[in-house]
């Protein structure tokens, strides 16, 4: 163990490559191997979360030297955590809450998680389904189901520590139940094949009731002579009911789709993309296009690229102001947050040199952010750069670079066809 705490970062580099030669042709050997790395992956994921609070108190440590507040480390923490282990700054701030949890109230799941025989999302579940204990309780708990964490399912584990706390504190649990209803949301995500995935995290009695309502409206139309699936008929109707339309297909909803000229006009093929969700095959686009179309809900915005690249350089806008247009570049340009691993939606947009040291509002030294990512870039540390061609750079306070550069548009390599933006009110029937 001394030895392996001696390991810098190219020594562990070294490590992590020899595992790509590993091999054996014997099967015993073979599961042998397996189940090792699977412990050297927890156990990795352990070291981790140690190493995530060593640094937080550096970086506390550093912030009381120089005479700044410690409140805004967390969040400092959290933007390096998910650059260093390209994870999105929401899912960094979990981790670095997991790292806190196991270090500070659970030292037996701790050392069960260190020894590799528990998983990261195991431990989590553990953290998740106690996260109302106070600590004091919080630390019995660990006492009493931390050890046995490596022989329960993550299906069992979550039933054992809700039995565990609602022992320890019912009234806490009764008491989180009725907070959790104020995280109500809904989101979405896209599926394979030209679909997307919306989902709502409802409480139980209303989850409940609005499934038993699609299902009930699903049987009656199927009896009514319905020739559409059950599940077909609970997806329209969803939509239906959501929107307020008679039918799903005729939702009318704005949509922005970029596609290359030729590919819009049939002569080419190249993947569309689709503003939320990504990109799309060519034939999917122009059905979109042209049932818009036929509506006389579309209008097409012409978007300029750099010769036979995806770069977006300039865009033609005659229906908003200018601010409003510059943003609407910025957005088309990035479509998600910038930052390297976020994907979260763009909701500021940003100067990447700031306004107060000298930086112009233009496209060039703007970019897309998320709220977390844009109020990240004004900590103590954090700073960010572009280059001429459009990539930028992200320094954090402890000296590292991560770049970033915005998603091609779609277009023709080697040609030097324009893009249309084709935004629409209507469906994609």
């Not at 997991?98 to 999302?121: C, K, Y």
């Not at 865009?315 to 976020?342: N, Q």
């Amino acid at each position: 163990m001394d030895a392996f705490a001696r390991l810098d970062a190219a020594a562990l580099t070294t490590l992590v490559d020899g595992l790509a030669g590993l091999t054996c042709g014997d099967p015993v050997e073979l599961i042998d191997q397996i189940t090792q790395l699977e412990r050297l992956k927890n156990a990795a994921a352990a070291a981790q979360a140690r190493l995530t609070m060593e640094l937080r108190g550096v970086l506390e440590a550093e912030a009381r030297a120089a005479g700044r507040t410690v409140t805004r480390v967390s969040a400092s923490l959290a933007g390096e955590i998910g650059l260093a282990r390209h994870e999105s700054p929401h899912r960094a701030s979990s981790l670095v809450g997991l790292a806190s949890v196991l270090a500070t109230e659970m030292p037996h799941a701790m050392a069960v998680f260190s020894a590799g025989d528990v998983s990261e999302w195991r431990v989590t579940v553990f953290a998740r389904e106690t996260a109302c204990l106070s600590k004091a309780h919080r630390v019995e708990a660990d006492a009493e189901l931390g050890p046995k964490l490596a022989e329960l399912s993550t299906r069992e584990l979550a039933a054992e520590a809700r039995k565990v706390a609602y022992r320890l504190d019912p009234h806490s649990v009764v008491a989180r139940i009725g907070r959790a209803e104020a995280d109500r949301n809904v989101t979405i995500r896209p599926a394979p094949d030209c679909m997307a995935r919306v989902s709502a995290l409802l409480p139980a009695a209303q989850g409940v009731a609005a499934y038993a309502a699609l299902t009930q409206a699903a049987d009656a139309a199927r009896a009514a002579g319905d020739e559409r699936t059950k599940n077909q008929v609970m997806a329209d109707t969803l939509v239906a009911r959501v929107t307020g339309q008679e039918a799903a297909h005729e939702v009318e909803v704005e949509i922005q789709l970029v596609i290359t000229d030729e590919a819009l006009l049939g002569t080419r093929n190249t993947p569309a993309r689709l503003a939320g969700y990504g990109p799309i095959p060519a034939g999917v686009a122009r059905r979109i296009a042209a049932h818009a179309s036929e509506k006389l809900r579309g209008w097409i915005r012409r978007l300029y690229g750099t010769p036979g690249e995806g770069r977006l350089v300039a865009m033609e806008s005659t229906r908003r102001r200018f601010p409003d247009g510059l943003a609407a570049f910025i957005a088309t340009r990035d479509d998600v947050c910038r930052t390297p691993w976020c994907d979260a939606p763009i909701r500021h947009t940003d100067h990447i040199t700031p306004a107060a040291a000298g930086g112009a509002t233009t496209a060039a030294n703007g970019q897309g952010l998320c709220e977390q990512c844009n109020y990240l870039k004004e900590h103590s540390g954090w700073r960010h750069t572009v280059q001429p061609d459009g990539t930028i750079g992200v320094r954090t306070p402890t000296g590292h670079e991560h770049h970033s550069r915005p998603p091609d548009l779609p277009h023709e390599p080697g040609f030097t066809p324009f893009t249309v933006e084709f935004r629409y009110f209507g469906s994609a029937a």
